[in-house]
T-cell receptor, first 112, second 115 residues
Framework: SQQGEEDPQALSIQEGENATMNCSYK?????LQWYRQNSGRGLVHLIL?????REKHSGRLRVTLDTSKKSSSLLITASRAADTASYFC????????????FGTGTRLTIIP | ETGVTQTPRHLVMGMTNKKSLKCEQH?????MYWYKQSAKKPLELMFV???????ENNSVPSRFSPECPNSSHLFLHLHTLQPEDSALYLC??????????????FGPGTRLTVL
């Protein structure tokens, strides 16, 4: 299994602004998943993007994937206070029975 | 609601106690997981069960004993824990364990404090 590395470690923006966080990984993937965790709670699955996809949308979320650069980005548009959370990426390799391995995430704070 | 429930939500226990954490999923998934999240550390995978069979034990001390009686239920039995075992314990489930079937749904977690 491989661990994604999120960047930046922390991000603070004003409510209404867009937030962008990045994920880098090392080896080829089958898919890459983004999760959100509110403080002290379980993780919530946000988006899964397959290796043959370049962009995917879900509401105010937009995920891009560049397999040549082994990187992904998560864009949250028109941020809200409720978006304050930690965000994690989990790259899933092409091998079977892949474990999700989480990094330390990006801590996003939305300032009202 | 993710379809994965965990009980209890909070647990305080002494080092000599025996307790169990319970996880139940209502999603018809075949795989279930236990994770540990300590303060300021990445999420650590502890155990994986697929079709009730344990497929992963990530070098977890024997004072943690998992049990998976069926694909919908997962337990974590705790015995003679140490204060450093205090953490948030998260359960997750997924349809399978490979490729896009590995999209995981997490429960709310059990906050464990060992005195």
């Amino acid at each position: 299994s491989q661990q994604g590395e999120e960047d930046p470690q922390a991000l603070s923006i004003q409510e209404g602004e867009n937030a962008t966080m990045n994920c880098s990984y090392k080896t080829s993937i089958n898919n890459l998943q983004w999760y959100r965790q509110n403080s002290g709670r379980g993780l919530v699955h946000l988006i899964l993007i397959r290796s043959n996809e370049r962009e995917k949308h879900s509401g105010r979320l937009r995920v891009t994937l560049d397999t040549s650069k082994k990187s992904s980005s998560l864009l949250i548009t028109a941020s809200r206070a409720a978006d304050t959370a930690s965000y994690f990426c989990a790259p899933i390799s092409n091998f079977g029975n892949e474990k999700l391995t989480f990094g330390t995430g990006t801590r996003l704070t939305i300032i009202p | 609601e993710t379809g994965v429930t965990q009980t209890p939500r909070h647990l305080v226990m002494g080092m000599t106690n025996k307790k169990s954490l319970k996880c139940e999923q209502h999603l018809g998934h075949n795989a279930m997981y236990w994770y540990k999240q300590s303060a300021k550390k990445p999420l650590e995978l502890m155990f994986v069960y697929n079709f009730k069979e344990q497929t992963e034990n990530n070098s977890v001390p024997s004072r943690f004993s998992p049990e998976c009686p069926n694909s919908s239920h997962l337990f974590l039995h705790l015995h003679t824990l140490q204060p450093e075992d205090s953490a948030l314990y998260l359960c997750a489930s997924s349809q399978g364990t490979s490729g896009t079937y590995n999209e995981q749904f997490f429960g709310p977690g059990t906050r464990l404090t060992v005195l």
